[in-house]
Antibody, heavy 128, light 113 residues
């Protein structure tokens, strides 16, 4: 059974970098049929996709966050990670890691489809 | 940008009655070559992550009760719960995956009247 577990600091100071890791169990992150992504949800608000990564390192990022985010993958540990730089209070949210299904578009490339599995989420608060 | 707009923002329905949630996309999510609508629906209960209900606008995920159904095409979509149960109290989100920058609707809160 697939499980995704977010980990990282629950409190980050303004202007610093938020770092989270998602550990995947029950499936190999090197599976060719999935991307692995991050979605966040500010308290009491809706869902905001951050970005997603393939095991090869290919990424898709939300254009509104692209300048501040880096998503990486470590297949040896079956983990993927998020770094969000220059955080402000507006980045306070529950951060979810998740698994996307994908569709092939040729040339060994894929587009994202729906999200079929989610972690439980971790609250990150940006405050001094 | 694909903007997804749901209506209403909140909804109260009596147990056993039908609940209808709408989702409108700013651009069509129908891909003509395969005639599929690139739209999914999720349910999020308090304190839990979202759960996939429907993809391709109308295909139920395995294990989802058949009282949940999705319909629509192009820019206008509907999630229908045919007979509301107490456990269906949740926030519901639509999501487009037509573009590489996926986007969600703002959510619709469903309560019991």
């Amino acid at each position: 059974q697939l499980q995704l577990q977010e980990s990282g600091p629950g409190l980050v100071k303004p202007s610093e970098t938020l770092s989270l890791t998602c550990t995947v169990s029950g499936d190999s992150i090197s599976s060719s049929t999935y991307y692995w992504g991050w979605i966040r949800q500010p308290p009491g608000k809706g869902l905001d996709w951050i970005g997603s990564i393939y095991y090869s390192g290919s990424t898709y990022y939300n254009p509104s966050l692209k300048s501040r985010i880096t998503i990486s993958v470590d297949t040896s540990k079956n983990q993927f990670s998020l770094k969000l730089s220059s955080v402000t209070a507006a980045d306070t949210a529950v951060y979810y890691c998740a698994r996307h299904t994908v569709r092939a578009i040729g040339g060994g490339n894929y587009y994202l489809n729906w999200i079929d599995s989610w972690g439980q989420g971790t609250l990150v608060t940006v405050s001094s | 940008d694909f903007v997804m707009t749901q209506s209403p923002d909140s909804l109260a329905v009596s147990l056993g009655e039908r609940a209808t949630i709408n989702c409108k996309s700013s651009q069509s999510v129908l891909y003509s070559p395969d005639n599929k609508n690139y739209l999914a629906w999720y349910q999020q209960k308090p304190g839990q992550p979202p759960k996939l209900l429907i993809y391709w606008a109308s295909t139920r995920e395995s294990g989802v009760p058949d009282r949940f159904s999705g319909s629509g095409s192009g820019t206008d979509f509907t999630l229908t719960i045919s007979s509301l149960q107490a456990e269906d109290v949740a926030v519901y989100y639509c999501q487009q995956y037509y573009t590489t920058s996926i986007t969600f609707g703002q959510g619709t809160r469903l309560e019991i009247k």
